[in-house]
């Protein structure tokens, strides 16, 4: 229990009615979760607004309302208290609730189209192996050190941040890595929160669909770095041409890293094998397990961030060199000479960073075959531009479902076809079920050839009108390997 005037510490009130020194059991934006005393904060959205389940939240036992608008009628025993923003009262209400755990972990937040789990999880990796009792907060999972919480969002809600957040305090956590998402700052799920740092990785074309503009899109991430406290760093990739803005309005330090353009954490690509890449930092030749160029972009970032954060170098350099990336990108599985590579890539950017990379270890007329859908209920300006990398990396491109969610997987594979020139529509067939796509693709192989099965990465299901069915690339391509090779 807490008091509710406590709570509201720093929430930028409008007005109040009622007794500001009620006890709150509980923070909730959802109607459906509110239990006995809680507070319940009516939060716009993009599907509904909270403002419209006051009433069902005051049946479910609240006894304190915060919202933007007040309703038309008050009830005597309620506390009404009216904020500016309530996406970010929420934040600061639920960091305040938890007894703000930001203050007592270094929380660094990293954004960017691409590269933000890798990132998160490597830095949680290092810091771990540093001797370090670390959280992480990301697509693929949350965990306190090894422990394993299940992650829903790249950034959870508002109310889970900080109770996870909690979470790690208690267990002694010291750092914390997450993902800032651009839906996640904009909706304010950070608001409240203390950061030690940003980070940001890349922007290229995704998430048109919520954002509207590309510049929109821009200004999201920009966000991050525009409320950033003076005492927190930012690391921006210089080689990014939107790099230095998002640091334009920043009041902590920045720095830079990058592969090309002058920064202050920099390396030169020596060797890029399908074994891992040859880095020069600063006169030191490293190694590291992680493949294709972008993810010397990953690894500097990590770089950047440990440093940064008061970490020695060399240390950082030994003890990075040992560690794997996320589950799910770049995941090799080689099969009767056959080699599939499972990798997340979802994004025009990352499908061609991904591709690139595969072609580049050809050696031979070996065939690249590219299985790969788009999302349904996400941006639909993306799905040709995939489609049309796809065709033109590879010696053929399977079109399938991804996760359709509520669309018809049929009008997504449409949309990815219009990406397709005339010439090249022979390279090409369309395949709506996964399954049956990654398996005509193993048919078609031969040893030696190369199965790139994008967009999925991690993800151990498939969406279907509102229902997770389960659905794992490595475990398909693992099983169908294995029978049609009679390995
Ligand atoms: C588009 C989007 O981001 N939506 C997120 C948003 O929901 P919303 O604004 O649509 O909510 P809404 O359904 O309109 O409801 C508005 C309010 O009414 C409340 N409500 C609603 C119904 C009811 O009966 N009672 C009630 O109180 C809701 O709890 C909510 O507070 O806020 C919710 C709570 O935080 C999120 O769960 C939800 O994520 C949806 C499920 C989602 O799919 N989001 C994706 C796009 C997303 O966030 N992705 C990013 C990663 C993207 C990337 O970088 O690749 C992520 O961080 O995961
Ligand atoms: N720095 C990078 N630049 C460009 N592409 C990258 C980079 N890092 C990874 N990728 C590609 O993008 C895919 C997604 O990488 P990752 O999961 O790290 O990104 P993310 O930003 O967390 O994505 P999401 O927004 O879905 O959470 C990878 O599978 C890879 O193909
Ligand atoms: N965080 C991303 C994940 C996309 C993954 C891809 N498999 C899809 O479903 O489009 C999103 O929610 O847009
Ligand atoms: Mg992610």
């Not at 007592?104 to 590269?115: M, R, S």
């Not at 370090?132 to 422990?147: A, C, F, M, P, R």
């Not at 902590?252 to 890449?277: P, R, V, W």
């Not at 509520?406 to 022979?426: N, T, W």
Request: aromatic share 6%; with cysteine.
């Amino acid at each position: 229990m807490n008091v509710l005037k406590d709570i509201l510490y720093k929430v930028s009130l409008t007005s109040t009615i009622g007794d500001m020194e009620r006890r709150v059991s509980d923070i909730v934006f959802d109607s459906r979760k509110v239990s006995a005393n809680a507070a319940f904060v009516a939060v716009p959205g993009t599907q509904v607004d909270g403002h419209d389940f006051i009433q069902t939240a005051l049946e479910m036992g609240a006894s304190t309302v915060v919202c933007e608008r007040l309703p038309e009628q008050l009830k005597e025993d309620v506390t009404y208290v009216q904020v500016v923003s309530s996406a970010k009262a929420l934040g600061i209400m639920a960091s305040n609730f938890y007894g703000n755990p930001s203050d007592k972990i270094k929380v660094v937040a990293v954004t960017g189209t691409n590269g933000k789990t890798t990132t998160v999880t490597l830095l949680h990796q290092l810091f771990v192996r540093m001797g370090y009792s670390t959280g992480l907060l990301s697509t693929v999972e949350n965990k306190i050190n090894e422990e394993v919480i299940p992650s829903t969002h790249t950034t959870p809600d508002a109310v889970s941040v900080q109770a996870l957040l909690r979470k790690m305090v208690d267990a002694g956590c010291t750092h914390c890595f997450m993902e800032a998402s651009s839906h996640a700052i904009v909706q304010e799920r950070i608001a409240g929160l203390k950061l030690a740092g940003a980070v940001f990785t890349n922007i290229t074309h995704d998430h048109l669909d919520y954002h509207g503009t590309f510049d929109e899109y821009i200004k999201a991430k920009k966000k991050l770095f525009d409320e950033l406290p003076k005492d927190a760093f930012a690391l921006v990739n210089a080689d990014d041409k939107r790099g230095m803005v998002m640091v334009q309005n920043c009041k902590g330090t920045y720095q830079t890293f990058g592969l090309k353009s002058a920064a202050d954490f920099k390396a030169k690509i020596l060797s890029n094998t399908l074994e891992g890449l040859e880095l020069d930092i600063n006169g030191k030749l490293i190694w590291f397990r992680m493949i294709g160029s972008f993810n010397a972009y990953n690894l500097l970032g990590v770089l950047g961030v440990a440093v940064l954060l008061g970490e020695d170098e060399e240390e950082v350099l030994r003890q990075l060199s040992g560690i794997k990336g996320a589950k799910g990108r770049f995941d090799r599985i080689s099969i009767g000479g056959i080699t599939a590579i499972v990798d997340y890539a979802h994004t025009p950017d990352a499908l061609d960073n991904v591709l690139k990379t595969i072609n580049a270890f050809r050696t031979g007329n070996e065939q690249l075959i590219t299985v790969v859908g788009c999302g349904g209920n996400r941006d639909k300006t993306k799905r040709p531009t995939m489609a049309k990398i796809a065709v033109s990396e590879s010696t053929k491109a399977i079109f399938t479902s991804d996760n359709p969610r509520f669309e018809e997987p049929m009008e997504i594979l449409r949309d990815m076809q219009a990406g397709v020139g005339p010439s090249e529509v022979r390279k090409t067939l369309t395949i709506e079920d996964r399954r049956e796509a990654i398996k005509t693709a193993i048919m078609l192989s031969q040893k030696g050839d190369i199965i790139l099965i994008a967009g999925k990465g991690h993800e151990d299901y498939q969406e279907i009108k509102g229902v997770k069915h389960h659905f794992d690339d490595a475990e398909v391509a693992t099983e169908l390997l294995t029978q049609l090779t009679g390995n």
